[in-house]
């Protein structure tokens, strides 16, 4: 394998990592001749990621979230996309070292964001279940349709108990987004698609660490996402840490327990930077240390991005920038223009983050929304929310597919998304079936 | 595990496999007090099998043509679904055997369909590419577009020619429909994708055993579809089998070869019958012999119907009836009525095949289609198989996003679905990404 890069004599700007960061960065350059871009990343899509937890609750298809890669630099001759995986830097070489092989860069701009943070806990990484992928999304909405299947056919009150309740850990948007749509299901689709069960059994519980729910936020966008949750019937437990999970029992900071087969993780996220740079711009929670222009400390050619990034802001963002889109969008566009200005030898341009707000809905007509100078909560906020994560997703027509899906949806209580989909395994019962081991969605059987 | 099927002093009719004909009958049942229906298929949605073609090829996301059966039987407190696979049935007891564990019948109908025929070849078994469920067309869309990944990271032409070629096995409509839609992708939006190929290297071989395409329909049908196909580029091999594959070459009748990783193989179905019943009523291709009233050869109360059954109506279908779409609804539909009789004890009524034509589609356009007085091909053609496929589809919903999908890449040349979903694999290259193994999106990872 090669990547095959073909030698120009434009300056190459390696970029890793196409989520809302990268793949700014990249659409900025795509049509300056000047540079070659290359557009490194693990997947042949960009994703949509506030949206993960509607495909983990049967409301959106994964592609309506996704955008091919090639799809968006299919007229631009100067950009490279390479879908591989990026096993590390060496910047005394100028060089990344990936699964195709070796790419060497003038500039290198790392936009690899963060993955769940587990702090470490072997129990928990091996049996929650995280969301900050859309594969690890279908995943969990396969084990949450396929738990009320299984509910059906066992034995015991208390092993339908553990399926069918969810422990969800991590108050922050995606923790409430998705204990909020959990409920809803519960109210509605559920019980119409399993008559047979008794819905007054399950029971959402939704664990935080600190005192309030979607702490970065207002005090109003606290206190309401709190009394929704509690009307649409979800168990909010404040000022609580999961201490244990062996599968079945979740262990609770407090002494309690609660019986549950499911532990969603969103916990937290930590930083993925690419191995091989110096350990003393690593600094909490995985972010790279960067100045004012993205540059991470000590380089010159190397940045960083986005959710991977700690940009100390003056005294106003003491720890870095919040680790979500609008930073990344941000920076992205800059560090297009910066490079620009590099190479016409003019001075680059200080980041200062301009934010935009923020907002998390909770169920149907519920949300809170948090603008720099008016907070506000309700159908309106709801409303707001819609708009604002419709017109942000990329491509015209999964705006018009998620515009369909969540008007049906409204209308109809019914997220006919309820699929379990997973690889047609050799089935011996057949008498005519042949055994065979199936090429799966997930490994690629090509020898 | 226990199936946990309530006791009644109803007739329970058990309906193994949700197709066509299993749907149909289920359907005919739902509201009538009289009966219990099980009904026990391996997912829990219905799959609508003429489409998977175009899921394989990026144009339909897999949730369009696929149904939740749980959506359908929502409001029915008769019908009771199962998601699992059937091991067997005993006849002398009344019971069919599943991983949940027993199920007890009055009546039992067999609605398992058929899967890929790969005639024993043990070399095409463990390699080739079939596309007989929905998870089968999504392997093969990751498997096509990875290819073209791979192409581009190959260090020799020999290597990178087997990626792009591609071997479909089979003349019939999904060999037919699968060849036409590659080779419009191979003039759109393929060389738009990847400007660093070189599309003249990427072709497309349609190997048939018969001296036609589309054999079971007219003569104009042979004529067009070839004509078509040729004109779109496809090569079309007649009167040529495929003798042997070892993952890089196709080795034909012949006695020639061809340089291909991609063996699609769509040469023929063989019915999958349970397991248990007497060896004398499973015929030809595995289809079990039934009466014209689909009661298995000796039985009173087991019946087959669709694809795995195989009833002879008098002169006229000597071999038995077409394996598609049709035979299973109409057998489905008067199945339904005729246990209905059987309960009142009126006499059943014999099944007559009402045949109502077939079509199949090659291309923007390029369509053939026979109705019982009428063949004709062309736009008129094309358009006629768009609208009876629209209509057939389950669920309002996924006929609007099909609609929109079909008008979308219909305008913009454009099939937007180009992703390789996969599991997020544990990458030991970002410098604190956690090892951990994902909950896959095909294995359940519950304890």
Known sequence: MNPNIPQTDRTRVVIVGAGFGGLRLARMLADRREFQVVLVNRTNYHEFQP????????????????????????DCENVHIRVTNVTGVRTADKEIDTELGVITYDYLVMATGADTNFFNQQNIIE???????VSEA???RNRILQNFEDALSVETVDERDGLMDVVVVGGGPTGVELCGTLAEMKRTVLPSDYPELDFNMMQIY??????????PMSENAHKKSEEYLRELGVEVRLNTRVKDFDGKTVFMSDGTTLRSNNLIWAAGVRATPLAGLPKEVVGRGGRVTVNRYNQIEGFTDVFAIGDVAMMVE??????????????????GKLLGKNLIRLLKKQPMQEYTYSDLGSMATIGRGLAVVDLPF?????????????????????GVKNRLLILINWTWNYLSYDNSLRLIIRQKLPVGNFSNMQERVADTLVVNKQS
């Not at 939704?206 to 702490?215: A, H, R, T």
């Not at 003056?314 to 920076?331: C, M, S, Y």
């Open 51 to 74: 949206l993960y937890y509607q495909v983990a609750t049967a409301g959106l298809e994964a592609n309506s979230i996704l955008f091919p890669l090639r799809a968006v630099f299919g």
């Open 127 to 133: 049996k929650a279940l995280p969301m900050k992928s």
């Open 138 to 140: 279908i995943a969990l």
């Open 206 to 215: 939704l664990i935080q660490s600190g005192d309030v729910l979607l702490e």
């Open 314 to 331: 003056g005294d106003k963002w003491p720890e870095g920038h919040p680790q979500v889109a609008q930073p990344a969008i941000q920076q």
């Open 374 to 394: 008016l907070k506000f909560s309700g159908v309106l906020a709801w409303l707001t929310w819609l708009m604002v994560h419709l017109m942000a997703i990329v």
